[in-house]
């Protein structure tokens, strides 16, 4: 069994406490794939991490283990696992630059009504509360238009979607739990070191977490009030993740406070048997 991270955050180095990297004695343990592959001031694509989970699948299947694609970036999931049409996706950096200043000079909003007014069928696709995904898709609708994309592909090998149902009350404990974890384990020295190196402005630090703890660092943050505010920004983020999740079809379920790991694992003997596939999963 190997692990394919699908975080759009861990793929950046340097980035380890604030994005809850598993450690270097785990990933020693289990293969991992997906995990510090370029610096955060590198451009780095939806289409770059198919282009990478590609390679790694193919050699976890020359390997005849199973692959395990984990995280709560849903579009990495859903363009390795559903495909997404990224040959028909045209992109143009100094565009992209130029949206991207009109998105820090003038806010969302524009950007949001322009798209609309531009490519109403792209728009209805989008999700115009995250303004790194309008930016995206109104380069590609400026450069491509509104017409129809081609079909997308996705992995042809079998998969099995598996979720967590986790109860609210418990996740927000967890994610207050993991906020003082992260700052107990050094995160402001990490936010320090990155923001010596790199501009912090920079789409990589958008991670919750980080301008947090530059927050501290600058005295404008209390330690506890940061934490705090760490907190309430991942609730509010996995609460997007939940409606995101939600809406895509043919994910099982599990609920979180009963054993899920077991069974998880007699789901997936289970497909795997049904799939024709031997793996010598235990």
Do not use: C
């Not at 949206?99 to 696709?125: F, I, K, M, N, S």
């Not at 598996?162 to 402001?188: M, N, T, Y």
């Amino acid at each position: 069994m190997e692990i394919i991270s699908a975080d759009s955050r861990q793929v950046y180095r340097g980035m380890d406490i604030g994005t809850a990297k598993v450690s270097r004695a785990e990933q020693a343990r289990i293969p991992h794939h997906g995990l510090d592959l370029v610096e955060p001031d590198e451009p780095f694509s939806v289409a770059d991490y198919v282009r990478h989970t590609g390679g790694a699948l193919a050699g976890i299947a020359e390997r005849g283990a199973v692959a395990l694609l984990v995280g709560g970036t849903g579009l990495y999931l859903r363009a390795v696992g559903r495909g997404l049409a990224l040959d028909a996706l045209p992109s143009d950096a100094e565009l992209r630059a130029r949206l991207e200043a009109d998105l820090a000079a003038e806010g969302p909003a524009p950007l949001v009504a322009r798209l609309v007014e531009l490519a109403p069928r792209l728009a209805a696709t989008v999700d115009l509360r995250n303004p790194r995904r309008v930016v995206r898709a109104l380069e590609i609708a400026l450069l491509a238009g509104d017409r129809p994309r081609p079909s997308p592909r996705g992995y042809p090998g079998p998969a099995l979607w598996l979720g967590l149902d986790v109860e609210h009350d418990a996740h927000r404990d967890w994610i207050l739990d993991r906020a003082r974890e992260q700052f107990a384990a050094g995160l402001l020295e990490e936010a320090a070191t990155l923001r010596e190196r790199f501009d912090p402005a920079l789409p990589a630090f958008s991670a919750i977490g980080y301008r947090e703890a530059w927050a501290v660092l600058d005295g404008q943050l209390t330690l506890e009030a940061a934490i705090e505010l760490d907190a309430r920004r991942n609730v509010a983020f996995a609460r997007r993740q939940r409606t995101w999740f939600r809406a895509e079809p043919g994910i099982d379920w599990l609920p979180a406070a009963d054993r899920p790991g077991a069974q998880a694992l007699a789901r997936v003997r289970r497909f795997l048997d049904e799939a024709g596939v031997s793996s010598g999963v235990s």
